[in-house]
């Protein structure tokens, strides 16, 4: 059983116009999405920008709100303020965001700023908390002297590992990791998802790692899945994705992701331009006629895509 189980979630954003200022639209930013992750696992959420991740995000720690549909947290409904409160889940579930710097307080020092979550749910004194705080810096491989510095004198790549210091101050069951590692380098990238992938193993953490390029997620993740125009295009796990995806959106994804392989840039060329012609030309087999992703179908019992006939399984 998953520690966490999203069920046809939907985030609706009301558009304001006209000079009532009336609700004139919609913008379906989530639009009926089903999920679930298991204690200790990663899952992976990858789209574009705009198709709705950190809105799931930021809905399932209760920075925005449910239009619909259920957030089940070891079994309890956390889709209100109230329910979140009576199970101590915002100790529970956590956030790490891209850019640290506007998420860490600049005004504040790194003592501060790990503390804080801390202060919220215990009672500790100034010298335990100290001692806290130190721990964590330990754990996420900074230097002592840290405590009393200010965000802005750290690399980015340092203050992503105070921003997941911040997030595993609480002890908490699940983190939401919204694209960590999207502005970073691609050498600290790397050695801050390795970390990451430590800290889970040491404290069996669970993820949800949102990110735009399936390329980062690949190592990181047990399963994953594609998002587009706030829904759902295909879910599997990290094997179904990779090596044997579905949905055109999919394909269009994994030939995006960068090669280093110089010698074979040209035929990675080719590749991409293929996909993204295929993308324009069978759009009309994988969107019904108002653009929207079709309901998801059974590939396998591990793998779903949104593909409108049932090909290669059926439900
Ligand atoms: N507070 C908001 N009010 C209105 N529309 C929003 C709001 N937040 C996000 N959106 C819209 O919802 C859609 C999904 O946004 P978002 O979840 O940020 O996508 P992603 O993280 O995948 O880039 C976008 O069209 C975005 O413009
Ligand atoms: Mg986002």
Do not use: W
Not at 26 to 43: L, N, R, S
Not at 53 to 82: C, D, M, W, Y
Not at 115 to 136: D, G, M, W, Y
């Amino acid at each position: 059983m998953g520690l966490i189980e999203i069920k046809d979630l939907k985030v609706h954003y009301p558009i304001r116009g006209g000079f009532l200022n009336k609700v004139v639209d919609y913008v379906y930013a989530v639009d009926g999405v089903d999920f679930e992750i298991e204690a200790g696992k990663t899952y992976g959420l990858v789209g574009e920008s705009g198709s709705g991740k950190s809105t799931i995000g930021k809905t399932i720690v209760g920075l925005e709100k449910a239009t619909a549909g259920e957030i089940l947290f070891e079994n309890t409904n956390v889709i209100s303020k109230r329910a979140r409160k009576s199970i101590g889940y915002n100790k529970d579930v956590q956030m790490i965001f891209q850019d640290s710097m506007s998420s860490l307080n600049p005004k504040k020092r790194v003592l501060d700023i790990i503390a804080e979550p801390i202060r919220n749910f215990e009672n500790l004194s100034v010298q335990e908390e100290k001692k806290r705080v130190q721990n964590l810096l330990d754990i996420v491989g900074m230097p002592t002297d840290a405590l009393y510095k200010y965000p802005h004198e750290f690399s980015g790549g340092q203050r992503q590992r105070l921003g997941v210091a911040r997030a595993v101050a609480t002890n908490p069951k699940l983190i939401i990791a919204d694209e960590p590692v999207s502005a970073l380098d691609l050498s600290v990238q790397a050695q801050v998802l390795n970390f990451m992938k430590r800290i889970q193993e040491e404290y069996n953490l669970s993820y949800l790692f949102i990110s735009h390029d399936l390329g980062v997620v690949k190592h990181m993740c047990d399963n994953i899945a594609i998002m587009n125009h706030g829904r759902f295009v295909e879910i599997g796990t990290r094997e179904d994705i990779y090596n044997n995806p579905q949905h055109i959106y999919t394909k269009r994804l994994l030939s995006a992701i960068p090669k280093i392989d110089v010698e074979n840039r040209e035929k990675h060329k080719q590749e991409r331009r293929k996909v993204e012609q295929d993308f324009q030309d069978l759009y009309s087999q994988y969107y019904d006629e108002n653009g929207r992703v079709y309901d998801l179908k059974t590939i396998s019992p591990t793998h779903q895509a949104a593909v409108k006939t049932t090909e290669g399984g059926g439900q």
